[in-house]
């Protein structure tokens, strides 16, 4: 078996061109599948990046909230009952919400504000220059130095703008797991200076983070919550319904999946017919080696290992070409929200699977009928 593989692997490669034309068709495929569900990945990553930065095992909310950008305040109490709740080890508010600054250039700048528990600071991010302990001092913000800093002019300890008609100055800079999907810079500080700064309803708690003494008391605390009429959910439960409603409510889901569909339709095109042209003509060496004993299974071996060589190899190339790209991509484009995971290397390299059997399935279709009689006639 080893030599017919050795045989088929040279009579393979010995037609460039066309083994060239199949290797650029899959990787030309693979390319476009995987950037587009990479794209689809980073985008999900990042409008779930105040949940995944703030780190909170649950998430009490409003039932109607459908991403953690768009919050719908809660009265005060709830938080006292949650706190009230058996299995429950602390519970802490967290303001979300935007604003409108003016640098200090005087050009304005919509922000989005975080306000943390003052005595607690859970969830307050991991600080590249200043000391936490100053966001307790008049008018102090810590400016998260993500892709979106910029718009901010770059500030520094002690730079000074107004948020709302009020002073506000920075008092640090911090970093963030995971930078934000909507093009907003972000600013962290305290529970009830983001009330006194931000204008707000009547009802003012946008979320209460909990923490569960045990995996075992999630399900009663999500209970209690339900029968006052809230919604308690797990980082990973929160993150999941955001992910939800970008897929189905939103025109990105479906977006993405045309793009990905005719990424494939293009490969599989590519693929399928410069296979078939190279069966065919090589039929005459396919009859020749059926008619000195080759077996139709050793015949169908060769086909399956041209075809799985070959897709294999535009599956690498084509992984290594978007893993080059996104990487440049990233160094210039801070914004670009592309990542990699093995999700979508999973389909990608189910698709270059699926092209591969279809290319292959006329190929042997076309080898089985071959009489070596009629080769040689001709």
């Given at each position: 078996?080893?030599?017919?593989?050795?045989?088929?692997?040279?009579?393979l490669?010995?037609?460039?061109?066309?083994?060239?034309?199949?290797?650029?068709?899959?990787?030309?495929?693979?390319?476009?599948?995987?950037?587009?569900?990479?794209?689809?990945?980073?985008?999900?990553?990042?409008?779930?990046?105040?949940?995944?930065?703030?780190?909170?095992?649950m998430?009490?909310?409003?039932?109607?909230?459908?991403?953690?950008?768009?919050?719908?305040?809660?009265?005060?109490?709830?938080?006292?009952?949650?706190?009230?709740?058996?299995?429950?080890?602390?519970?802490?508010?967290?303001?979300?919400?935007?604003?409108?600054?003016?640098?200090?250039?005087?050009?304005?700048?919509?922000a989005?504000?975080?306000?943390?528990?003052?005595?607690?600071?859970?969830?307050r991010?991991?600080?590249?220059?200043?000391r936490?302990?100053?966001?307790?001092a008049?008018?102090?913000?810590?400016?998260?130095?993500?892709?979106?800093?910029?718009?901010?002019?770059?500030?520094?300890?002690?730079t000074?703008?107004?948020?709302?008609?009020?002073?506000?100055?920075?008092?640090?800079?911090?970093?963030?797991?995971?930078?934000?999907?909507?093009?907003?810079?972000?600013?962290?500080?305290?529970?009830?200076?983001?009330?006194?700064?931000?204008?707000?309803?009547?009802?003012t708690?946008s979320?209460?983070?909990?923490?569960?003494?045990?995996?075992?008391?999630?399900?009663?605390?999500?209970?209690?919550?339900?029968r006052?009429?809230?919604?308690?959910?797990?980082?990973d439960?929160f993150?999941?319904?955001i992910?939800?409603?970008?897929?189905?409510?939103?025109?990105?889901?479906?977006?993405?999946?045309?793009?990905?569909?005719?990424?494939?339709?293009?490969?599989?095109?590519?693929?399928?017919?410069?296979?078939?042209?190279?069966?065919?003509?090589?039929?005459?060496?396919?009859?020749?080696?059926?008619?000195i004993?080759?077996?139709?299974?050793?015949?169908?071996?060769?086909?399956?290992?041209?075809?799985?060589?070959?897709?294999?190899?535009?599956?690498?190339?084509?992984?290594?070409?978007?893993?080059?790209?996104?990487?440049?991509?990233?160094?210039?484009?801070?914004?670009?929200a592309?990542?990699?995971?093995?999700?979508?290397?999973?389909?990608?390299?189910?698709m270059?699977?699926v092209?591969?059997?279809?290319?292959?399935?006329?190929?042997?279709?076309?080898?089985?009928?071959?009489?070596?009689?009629d080769?040689?006639?001709?």
């Amino acid at each position: 078996m080893n030599g017919i593989f050795l045989l088929a692997f040279k009579l393979l490669v010995n037609d460039r061109a066309k083994f060239s034309a199949l290797v650029i068709g899959i990787t030309f495929a693979v390319f476009l599948m995987v950037q587009m569900t990479a794209l689809f990945a980073g985008i999900l990553i990042r409008a779930s990046s105040t949940v995944i930065n703030i780190g909170a095992s649950m998430w009490v909310m409003d039932p109607s909230v459908q991403t953690v950008a768009n919050s719908i305040g809660m009265p005060d109490y709830l938080l006292d009952y949650v706190r009230s709740i058996p299995g429950v080890k602390f519970a802490v508010p967290l303001y979300s919400g935007a604003a409108l600054l003016k640098l200090p250039s005087g050009l304005y700048q919509t922000a989005t504000i975080l306000g943390l528990d003052d005595t607690t600071l859970f969830g307050r991010p991991q600080l590249l220059q200043g000391r936490i302990e100053d966001i307790y001092a008049e008018n102090s913000f810590i400016a998260v130095d993500d892709p979106e800093f910029s718009k901010l002019e770059y500030p520094k300890i002690g730079t000074r703008f107004e948020l709302n008609d009020n002073r506000a100055i920075i008092s640090g800079i911090a970093k963030v797991a995971s930078p934000s999907l909507f093009g907003m810079p972000t600013l962290y500080t305290t529970y009830y200076r983001a009330l006194q700064y931000v204008p707000n309803p009547r009802f003012t708690v946008s979320y209460v983070l909990v923490e569960p003494k045990s995996q075992a008391d999630i399900p009663g605390i999500k209970d209690a919550v339900r029968r006052l009429g809230y919604l308690a959910l797990t980082a990973d439960e929160f993150i999941a319904k955001i992910s939800a409603f970008y897929k189905f409510q939103t025109g990105i889901g479906i977006n993405i999946l045309v793009m990905t569909v005719m990424s494939f339709i293009v490969g599989l095109s590519i693929s399928g017919q410069t296979f078939y042209t190279f069966i065919i003509e090589n039929m005459e060496k396919f009859g020749a080696l059926k008619a000195i004993g080759a077996t139709n299974r050793q015949l169908v071996m060769m086909i399956l290992f041209q075809s799985g060589f070959t897709s294999l190899t535009g599956y690498g190339l084509g992984v290594g070409l978007i893993v080059v790209i996104i990487a440049i991509a990233k160094l210039r484009l801070p914004d670009y929200a592309s990542t990699i995971n093995y999700f979508n290397l999973s389909i990608a390299f189910l698709m270059a699977a699926v092209i591969s059997a279809i290319s292959s399935y006329f190929g042997v279709r076309r080898v089985l009928r071959i009489e070596p009689f009629d080769i040689f006639r001709g």
